[in-house]
């Protein structure tokens, strides 16, 4: 069994195992509040969002599922959250390693990642940090829920840990209805949620920099600088954007206060880069702002973590590519290191095969429904992204419909890392080379 | 004044000439039907679509111009299109020696190629083209016009004329107030109008190629190859798309037979590529056939003739790299020949330029409206890539609105030309570089 030998292969295995797994225990008639067997498509539905913590519903968690079914997405996306996360992370310093090695361009920072990198160890810092972040925030929600919002201390300690683990695993699902719109006021609610988000949505590695690191800028990774740093501007421009394009919006910010206005649209520019809670309503959003949302749901968050999308070291290059054109500059750099020319392809090989994946789904769901354009594109990329978040159309897609949106999320959760991985780990060598001619372009 | 002296930054300047002398003239009280003066937007909006041959209109040429504004109107895209076709070609003629020279890396081909590219010939070469084709075509079109749909001799040699040149220079302007709807039956002015614009918007190297080699392909340059056979698959891929999703619908292919079913679906397949004449109404077609109309339009037609868009070829070299990167080939190469990773930055570059700049436009224009989104990133993408169909919304846009679309008119025509000459005329070299460092991708 080749698959068994190689892990690039066997992960894809594995998730299709947990998903099948979920989907069984989502069938069981317990499964459901009111004890009859959900359709197998909607089993099947629910438990690949869960493992590829994506967040879409086409069923209310809190009225359709029962305790047992709700507890058992929440497992699912726990385990979807670890797997991806150690797999990814894994699979990156495989595939750094391998580069450093063949092409003798390991700095002496990336020497240092790698000495950490040994299997073990990662496996065991991961459980930690999610151990540690997961129960401070449902310490802080309990509480909160239970003081400030009026639930029994037993229903708060149940929205706790379970907002607390879809915030941490960036999974997006909630056990409110209505997620996290009645909270829209409470930044001790909203706070910790998006601070975790942020925090996971990093990537694993650049947590790991972080952790030993701290702040010494001069001493992180290049991949920790160019996250970091891209994150902060993607939230300071989405935040500004939806906060100008919903100002008035009646239906979203409009009736707020100034600091409510800041708060929403804070926690709207952390979502969705992956996280896929919503304290606004997604569906009543102005056009404009739904594209700033295609714009940061494509990108998502950081790699080697939860966070779906392109990655924003993806964009990060892509740009760092077109700037250095612009200049008519060789090589492309950032932070006082130049990209590689096998890095340049691999972003472009991301971006390229995202777009057509979403442009054709959208095409295929267009043709099958009447649905409205923004809508079904707001869907897709957040299938693809493995965001979550909805204007509310998931429900009302057809059969054919559901079953492409799970075909999506799984590529773009599974399919993302697996592919990135078996680009880096190298190009098979010819030993002979086409001479080289250009044609014009552009 | 260095602009005189570097044809890079002249060529902009021309256009902007032009531009103003039509608006001018456009200005006069003659120029308008009833004579009166029209509002300076109008004739600053026509003008402008005009001259870099898009066919976008905030009123309707046949009955809003006078036969001053119209002949005015035909000189400014015969102007605009002669214009685009000379410099991008000796632009391309000049990258391509520059490539050549530095990086040694002409082959036998491509000095063929050179060989050809003085200015000269180059002008009259094209003045050539433009005269025997425009001719033949008017001439089809008139006697056709005359005998099969009851129009006296002037009226058929006017609507030849006009139709023709407007063919030929992809400008997409019509003198019937329904394009070429009247006509969707008549395979004897759709066919010969399609052809032109196939044509033209392979680029003038291509046609150069063709009249020097004819059809024996193992002479023909790598771009001539690669833009006549992206072409026809596009063509083809354009035409079942179309046929298929329009092929039920009531307003559009529905009621047709399947002859004029497939004539339409073909003509609506050459018309995205840049040339913006309808059989259909394009304010009918489903969502999924707008998607379909985004993707053509985008990628628009060959480099250096009157096609908009990123061009076939930068969208070839893009897959290439796609394709190589997935067989984990260290080369992107095609007929026998790889790329050079500068040709490859070209390429992305023109590509994120493109994306970035339609965005941000949508996302304006939907913010400073309530225009449905899928009519406005018609619009845009069309204005961008200068093809001139459009779901109907052109003139509800307010002032502000068309003076986004002017300047993308102008920057999809003649900015992307000059970018991508200057991205070609080659890097600046530093004495120095950065040390290698990659971030993890995707
Ligand atoms: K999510
Ligand atoms: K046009």
Redesign the interface.
Known sequence: MTALRDPVRLIPLLFLGFIAAGTLLLWLPIATADGTQAPFITALFTSTSAVAVTGLITVDTPTYWSMFGQVTIMILFQIGGFGIMTAATLF?LM??RG?SLREK?A?Q??RDRLALGDAGSVLKMILLITVVVEAIVAAILTVRFATQHGMEWGTAAWQGLFHSVSAFNNAGFSVNSDSLMGFQNDPVVLGPVMLAVILTAL?F?VMQDLRHNRLRWRRW???SK??VSATLVLLAAGFLLILA?EWHNPDTLGPMGVGAKALNAMFHSVMPRTAGFNSLDVGSF???T???NY?LMFIGGG??GTAGG??V??F????A??Y??????????LF???????????????A??ASTLI?GT??YL??ITRL???D?LFEVISAFSTVGLSTGITADLPPAGQIAIIMLMFVGRVG??T??T?????????PW??????????
């Open positions: 990156g595939a750094g580069f361009m700095t920072v990336e990537g590695p990774t290049l991949h160019i996250t394009q102005y056009d404009e739904l594209m700033t714009a790699s080697a392109i990655k070291t993806t990060v290059v892509l740009l590519i077109v250095s054109e612009i200049r008519r500059q060789k090589d492309a750099a006082g290191r130049r990209f590689g020319h096998g890095i340049e392809r691999q972003a472009l090989t991301v390229v095969a442009i959208t095409m267009l043709a409205p354009m923004e079904v993302t890392i592919v990135a078996a680009l880096a780990l190298g190009a098979q060598r010819r080379r086409y001479p080289e001619e250009n044609p014009i372009v552009g």
